[in-house]
C-alpha cells in the first residue's frame, strides 16, 4: 500500500461493518411471525417507510378498518434503516428532474411535496417520536466551475415558477455554513429538507402503527399473491392472510405482481459515519446549522451531522449486480469505504486523523425516471408503489396516500397527476440491462471530469427520457 494512502486505511480499521442507525440500544424487539390464517380488510406487505404509512394513514383514515401488515425480516432492516436520513419534500428526485419530466405539473407537485413534508413532521409530534426530527433544509454544493452555472440556472427556474425557498450562495456565503477548501458556491434549499434518524422513525412508526391497532408480523415473508373470491391471498412460510384490499411497499425486493419486476432495478449505495466530533473539530469545519449537504456532480456525495455530531458521509460509487440480484456480500464493499474516505479528507483535510466508526451499505430501488411509479392490479384489489431512487424517506408517505387512494377507487387530486398515471420506461432484460447502465455509468463519470458535457449516449438517454443525472 502507497504510505500516502496508509493514514485513510487506518481511519477505517475500527469501523463496524453496520449501519450506524440499527446499531442502537434501543432497537426494538421483534413482533411475532404469523401462524396459522389471518384475516383483515387492508393487507401491507413490507415493514418499511412505504408500507408502514400506509398501514398508519389506513387506520387514520378509517379506524375501524382491520389492517395486518407483514414484514419478511424486522421493519426497517433494509434501506429505510440504512439511508442518509434526509427527508425532503421533493416527490420527484428534484426541482430539475420533475422539470424535465413533468413540466405542466411542476407547480402541483412542489405545492403537494410541501404538504407532504409538513405532515410528516405533524406526525412526528403527534405521536411523540423521537427520530431527532430536524427542519434544516439541505444545500447542494458546487465544487466545480461549471456546476456554478448549474445551480444558478436552477435558481432562476425556481424563481419564474414563483417557489421562493431557494436562496443562492456565492464561495464566502458557503463557507460560512459549512467550511471546506472545495466548496465553490451553493443552493440553500432552507425548509424543504428535514434531517433524522431513519431507524428511529421506522420504530416510532412501527410504535404508532400498533397503537392504533393494527397487527404486525416481522420475519413473515410473502410467498405469493393471488385471487381469493371477492379479495385476495397472500401465502407465507406458516400460514396465510386472506385480504379485500392489498397494499404492496416491497420497493426493492421482487413485487408480487410479476409484471412490475422490470420497472425497477438495484443499486446499491455506500456510507461511513465518523466518531462523534470534538467541539474543537466542529469548530474547524464550522457546520453550525446542521444542513444536509450534497455536491452538484453526477456521482454525488451526500453528507450530515448526526445528532451526536457525528459526520454522516455516503454516495459516490453506485453499484449494480449484473442480473439485478440482491446480495448481502454487497452489503459491505471496503473498495468504495476506503474511496469514501479519501474523499472525506480531500473535502475535510481539518478533520486528518478523525477515525470512522461506521461502514455499511444496501440497495436502493432504481427506475427510470429516477422517481416513484404507481399502479393497480387484480381489478384494482392491489396497489403499488416503488422506485423512490434513494429519496423515498419523505416521498413515500405521499406514495401511501396514492395507493390507498387507488385502492379506494377514488379521483383525487394525487391520482390525477400525470406522474401516477404513467410508468417509467422498464429495463431490459440482460446482458442489456448490465451493459446500459455500465455505459452510462462510466458517461457520467466522463461528464464530471470535462465541465459537465454530455456524450453522446447521455443525449441519447435524455431524449428517451432515461436521463440520468445522478
Known amino acids: 500500500m502507497a504510505p500516502a494512502a496508509m493514514p485513510v486505511a487506518s481511519s477505517l480499521s475500527d469501523a463496524r461493518p453496520l449501519a450506524l442507525w440499527l446499531d442502537d440500544p434501543a432497537r426494538p424487539g421483534a413482533e411475532p411471525a404469523l401462524t396459522g390464517d389471518a384475516h383483515c380488510d387492508l393487507l401491507v406487505v413490507g415493514g418499511g417507510y412505504s408500507g408502514l404509512w400506509t398501514a398508519l394513514l389506513a387506520k387514520e383514515r378509517d379506524p375501524a378498518r382491520e389492517v395486518v401488515l407483514i414484514e419478511g425480516r424486522e421493519t426497517g432492516w433494509a434501506a429505510s434503516g440504512r439511508n442518509g436520513g434526509f427527508c425532503s419534500a421533493s416527490l420527484t428526485h428534484g426541482l430539475g428532474n420533475g422539470l424535465a419530466r413533468w413540466p405542466r405539473e411542476i407547480g402541483t407537485l412542489e405545492r403537494l411535496g410541501e404538504r407532504n413534508l409538513d405532515a410528516i413532521e405533524a406526525a412526528v409530534a403527534a405521536y411523540s417520536i423521537d427520530c431527532d426530527f430536524e427542519r434544516t433544509g439541505a444545500i447542494d454544493i ?84 393471488a385471487a381469493s373470491g371477492a379479495g385476495m391471498a397472500v401465502r407465507t412460510p406458516s400460514g396465510r392472510v386472506f385480504a379485500r384490499r392489498v397494499a404492496l411497499g416491497t420497493n426493492i425486493f421482487p413485487s408480487l405482481v410479476r409484471r412490475v419486476r422490470p420497472y425497477t432495478v438495484p443499486v446499491y449505495d455506500y456510507a461511513l459515519a465518523t466518531e462523534p466530533l470534538t467541539a474543537g473539530q466542529l469548530a474547524e469545519i464550522g457546520w453550525h446549522g446542521r444542513q444536509g449537504l450534497a455536491d452538484a456532480a453526477n456521482r454525488f456525495h451526500y453528507f450530515r451531522l448526526t445528532a451526536d455530531r457525528r459526520v454522516l458521509w455516503g454516495g459516490y460509487d453506485a453499484v449494480y449486480p449484473y442480473g439485478g440480484r440482491l446480495r448481502p456480500g454487497l452489503d459491505h464493499r471496503p473498495e468504495t469505504h476506503l474511496r469514501l474516505a479519501r474523499h472525506f479528507f480531500r473535502c475535510f483535510p481539518q478533520l486528518e486523523g478523525v477515525r470512522f466508526s461506521h461502514a455499511w451499505g444496501g440497495a436502493i430501488d432504481t427506475c427510470s425516471r429516477f422517481s416513484a411509479f404507481f399502479g393497480t392490479a387484480h381489478r384494482g384489489r392491489v396497489s403499488y408503489a416503488a422506485g423512490y431512487t434513494g429519496l423515498g424517506v419523505g416521498a413515500s408517505r405521499f406514495g401511501a396516500e396514492v395507493m390507498l387512494d387507488l385502492l379506494a377507487g377514488e379521483r383525487t387530486e394525487r ?35 470535462n465541465g459537465g458535457r454530455r456524450n453522446a449516449w447521455l443525449r441519447t438517454m435524455d431524449r428517451l427520457g432515461l436521463g440520468f443525472d445522478s
Open 142 to 225: 458546487a465544487t466545480e466551475p461549471h456546476q456554478l452555472a448549474e445551480l444558478a440556472e436552477l435558481y432562476e427556474t425556481s424563481r419564474s415558477l414563483g417557489l421562493d425557498g431557494l436562496r443562492p450562495l456565492d464561495q464566502d456565503a458557503v463557507r460560512a455554513e459549512v467550511n471546506s477548501p472545495t466548496f465553490l458556491g451553493g443552493l440553500w434549499d432552507r425548509r424543504g429538507t428535514a434531517m433524522l434518524n431513519p431507524a428511529r422513525l421506522v420504530w416510532g412508526l412501527t410504535s404508532a402503527c400498533l397503537g392504533l391497532g393494527v397487527r404486525i408480523h416481522e420475519n413473515t415473508r410473502a410467498l405469493d399473491l
Open 415 to 449: 391520482t390525477g397527476l400525470e406522474m401516477v398515471r404513467t410508468k417509467p420506461l422498464p429495463f431490459p432484460p440482460e446482458p442489456l440491462a448490465w451493459a446500459g447502465i455500465g455505459i452510462t455509468q462510466w458517461s457520467l463519470a466522463r461528464a464530471d471530469a
